[in-house]
């Protein structure tokens, strides 16, 4: 089939940036995403332009590095599926497709589709851990989890740190991203010696980047490639409730 | 040259002797050594964060945006520990034993045996960190098994323990950053190694994003920067995964172990077309209730629910009764190979066999197998299209790990003192094939439990004298790099790196793949460097050095693979005997199993860099064995 892309081209984070349109010719149904853009790449560098830079590592949806609006969509709108995993028989020949970056003022764009997400890590360093320095660990089994604490610390473990539901929030907050590591930390035994601290400086550390506020609108929920429940960002608030209260004076 | 360094003594006893001898560093001196750690996966968060916590100054390298999407991101089915939690049997000898013969007798044992103690801490550490493995409804670990043993000791957290655990390390080494005790640095690519009168004393980088070339100066380095399958262009390995970083440390004197015993693994989706950019695994843990299986008659296509079970060869079953689907990787990759060869494979140019569903279905119900692997069926459609529970998947071997790779004694440190070599990027432990859930198992050995010992002791017993980035071998290096770049990017052929890639690795799968054999490696050995000397004279990299370049990064790691490539091949060729997943045609058994010549080759080979255009020198570790007997490994 045939696609005509309008794609975001923008060369660095100083220079601005415009959409340019191509045509990918030969594309089939069982290339993914990314390979049709590799197609295109391909095609461009033999004209001796610039391919599109676009990230991606692991292209089985795990490591969080893909991720771009399609259509306007974080990651194409498919459920449960990161860029890389989308699938080209979703297309059909003749389709018109736009690509942009993850707009957030958060995020800045470093070239065509790529952008910085380096505040997820510093989100992650106010408290999104468990202090357990190596060696003082007890012995596994003396540590008893039940199943549906590990279930639910799992699903919230599930993020990947895409971005995508940054992107797709019209206030570009950060709140599913941080909910889903202070469920998971905060619904462990293992993480409650930490909880009110963490959770109390995981939301500073958010608001200090220059994230949105969450109004509720739940576009988070709806592309996340992880299906990260939106309950997640009240159970934060609880948390949070929680430790300010406790906390009120220290 | 090659000195183990394996401690003597009784075997549960060397660990434990190796660290009691072990000179320590005065907590209030460690502040004052700095540590380079490239690499952020398994190996490399758990040392950082390790490291940082005793005191030192830790700088951390990856070449993604965040450290957290390390290639051990990927890792699916689980982590290996002798723990015993089922009574079935199992020890830390018994670990040992299966990894020392899993890996068909080509790995040391003393350093296998300390794996295998170190399983257990491992799993305590990662529990304490907030890893939410799956679990009983008593609230104890669930554990599963894996292919190639006959205990249940694999520890999971549904299909994705590789994130967890890495996401465990990887909070541990935030904390240290945010403490100040770890300095990381993201989209930063090694280049080369610094070496000052002789030792390892920093690296070059380039700066993803800005193209700049920069020098970090250290007391030790160490790289943990994973494996290098992705020599074969397909593979499972993450696209980004490459050999550059020990590339270019053995080109400057580290050698490098085994590098031709590459594991490949038999459950991966079968390649669809050309334009095909990766290969996906499917979790070793589907072959526990899959049975495999292809037509019993050549060529036959009818779809498999009109091929009746007595027209079905459940090859692995037939072959191997008392393993069965569980046979170790190796024995099933080629078992594949050989159905396929004889025209009985299915699916599109009849490379596939099935792995069928059915009878688990029928025994313990539908809802029962999506519990225990719904997200491994729903990723095979979104690839396929084709819905597992109705047919049976399609599947096809990969190349998935390297066991080779950059030698190491017994304190995981190179042939360069000051240089240290953890997880997938060194060659320990795994012989000539890993069995399943120990690659895990053995980046978090290396990087929580050995280096934090290993490496104070390198310090406190080594002079270091005062070294930094204005010493002249950092200047030198660093224009050596440079250079590098800069006529890379200025060949301005006409050939794409991908197209170059893609030649690379069709003629490593075809020839130093799944069998090889002398002819096959010959041709590889000519063809090679042809191909190298074409890369330099006709590569197409558009734009400059001086931007976000994906095109440059996919080059240089290209252009290692060009000359590992070659010695890879020079490695298969000497290696007459066939042993793990490296087989000979030339050394088989009459029934075609894989026959080892331990009179000549019960070593680990360990090569010299000698200079450019494929000169290498070999060195040989003998390999003796104590404890477990030599045998022929049999899983009928
Ligand atoms: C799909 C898949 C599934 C797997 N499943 C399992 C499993 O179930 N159980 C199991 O035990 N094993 C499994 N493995 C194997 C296992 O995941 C890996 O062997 C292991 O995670 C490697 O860890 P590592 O720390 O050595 O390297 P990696 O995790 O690969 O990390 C390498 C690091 O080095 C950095 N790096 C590399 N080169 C450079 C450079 N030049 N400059 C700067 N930084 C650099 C990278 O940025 C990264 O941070 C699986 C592997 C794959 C591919
Ligand atoms: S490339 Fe890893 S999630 Fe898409």
């Keep these: 089939m045939n696609l005509t892309l309008k794609i975001w081209r923008q060369q660095n984070a100083k220079a601005s940036g415009a959409f340019v349109t191509y045509q990918v010719q030969g594309v089939t149904p069982d290339m993914s995403f990314l390979e049709m853009l590799d197609l295109l790449n391909e095609n461009l560098q033999a004209k001796a332009e610039p391919p599109v830079a676009f990230e991606h590592d692991c292209r089985e949806g795990i490591c969080g590095a893909c991720g771009f609006l399609i259509n306007g969509v974080a990651h194409g709108g498919r459920r449960g599926t990161t860029v890389c995993q989308l699938s080209m028989r979703f297309f059909k020949d003749g389709d018109s497709v736009t690509l942009e970056p993850w707009r957030a003022r958060a995020f800045p764009v470093l070239r065509d589709l790529a952008v910085d997400r380096s505040p997820f890590d510093r989100i992650i360093q106010a408290g999104g851990f468990i202090t357990a320095p190596t060696g003082g660990a007890p012995e596994a089994n003396n540590i008893l989890v039940p199943k549906d604490s590990a279930e639910t610390a799992f699903d919230a473990a599930a993020c990947i740190g895409c971005g995508a539901c940054v992107a797709a929030c019209p206030n570009a907050a950060a709140m599913l991203f941080t909910a889903a590591k202070v469920t998971h930390l905060n619904s462990l035994p293992q993480g409650q010696p930490q909880r009110d601290r963490r959770t109390l400086s995981m939301v500073a550390a958010m608001t200090n980047e220059i994230f949105g506020s969450c109004t509720n609108h739940g576009e988070c929920e709806a592309v996340c490639p992880k299906k990260i429940p939106i309950e997640f960002i009240g159970k934060m608030n609880r948390d949070l409730i929680h430790a300010t209260l406790h906390h009120r004076g220290d | ?636």
């Design chain 2, 1 to 636: 040259m090659l000195e183990s360094k394996i401690p003597s003594g009784p075997i549960e006893k060397k660990w434990e002797k190796a660290r009691f001898d072990f000179k320590l560093v005065n907590p209030a001196n460690r502040r004052k050594h700095s540590v380079i750690i490239v690499g952020s996966g398994l190996a490399g968060a758990a040392a950082a964060a390790s490291l940082a916590q005793q005191g030192y100054r830790v700088d951390c390298f990856c070449f993604q945006d965040s450290p957290r999407r390390a290639h051990s991101i990927a890792a699916q089915g689980g982590i290996n520990a002798a723990k015993n939690y089922r009574n079935d049997g199992d020890s830390i000898f018994r670990l040992f034993y299966d990894t020392v013969k899993g890996g068909d007798f080509r790995a040391r044992e003393g350093n296998v045996y300390r794996l295998a103690q170190l399983s257990v801490n491992i799993i305590d550490q990662c529990v304490a960190q907030g890893v939410p493995f799956a679990r009983e409804y008593g609230g104890l670990l669930d554990t599963r098994s894996f292919g190639g043993v006959q205990v249940s000791r694999t520890f999971y957290a549904r299909g994705q323990t590789g994130q967890q655990l890495l996401l465990g390390a990887y909070q541990a080494l935030e904390e240290q950053e945010a403490a100040g005790s770890v300095k990381m640095h993201s989209r930063s690519e090694m280049l080369d190694l610094v070496l000052v009168n002789g030792k390892a004393r920093g690296i070059i980088t380039r700066n993803l994003v800005t193209g700049a070339i920069d020098s970090y100066a250290a007391d030790v380095v160490v790289l943990a920067t994973g494996g290098y399958g992705n020599v074969f262009y397909l593979s499972t390995n993450a696209k980004g995964s490459n050999a550059t970083a020990i590339w270019r440390a053995h080109r400057r004197g580290a050698l490098f172990g085994n590098p031709c015993f590459t594991q490949i693994h038999p459950t991966c989706i079968p390649v669809s077309s050309e334009h095909q950019s990766k290969l996906t695994l499917m979790s070793e843990s589907l072959r526990n209730d899959g049975r495999v299986w292809v037509p019993k008659k050549q060529g036959d296509t009818r779809p498999p629910s009109q091929i009746p079970e007595d027209e079905r060869d459940y090859y692995l079953e037939r072959r191997y009764p008392s393993f069965g689907n569980l046979v170790p990787r190796d024995v099933a990759s080629r078992a594949a190979k050989e159905v396929c060869d004889e025209l009985r494979g299915v699916g599109p140019g009849g490379q596939g066999v099935y792995l069928d569903f059915a009878d688990a279905i029928r025994r313990m119900g539908e809802a029962q197998v999506r519990e225990k692997y719904g997200n491994l069926f729903d990723m095979y459609e979104e690839i396929t299209g084709e819905n597992a529970y109705k047919v049976p998947m399609r599947i096809y071997p990969a190349v998935h790990y390297t066991m080779g790779g950059l030698w190491v004694d017994y304190n995981l440190m190179s042939t360069i003192p000051g240089l240290f070599v953890a997880g997938e990027a060194n060659f320990s432990d795994h012989g000539a094939n890993r069995l399943g859930a120990s690659a895990l198992m053995q980046g978090l050995a290396d990087g929580y439990f050995i280096l934090p010992y290993s490496l104070p002791n390198y310090i406190a017993s080594s002079p270091l004298e005062k070294v930094d980035t204005s010493h002249p071998a950092f200047a030198a290096t660093k224009e050596e790099v440079s250079r590098r770049v800069a006529t890379m990017v200025n060949v301005r052929g006409k050939r794409s790196v991908d197209s170059f890639h893609k030649e690379l690795g069709k003629m490593m799968w075809e020839n130093c793949g799944m069998a090889r054999s002398e002819q096959g490696l010959k041709s590889n050995l000519e063809k090679i460097p042809a191909l190298r000397e074409e890369f330099w004279k006709n590569v197409n990299i558009v734009g400059t050095g001086e931007e976000l370049n994906q095109s440059l990064e996919k080059a240089g790691r290209v252009a290692d693979f060009l000359e590992l490539g070659e010695l890879m091949c020079l490695d298969a060729l000497q290696r007459r005997e066939s042993c793990g997943g490296h087989f000979r045609v030339e050394s088989q058994t009459p029934e075609g199993e894989a026959l080892r010549d331990d009179e000549h080759f019960s070593y680990v080979s360990a090569w010299e860099w000698k200079g450019e255009g494929g000169q290498w020198e070999l060195h040989k570790e003998p390999l003796t064995f104590e404890y477990v007997h030599l045998a022929q490994r049999s899983y009928k």
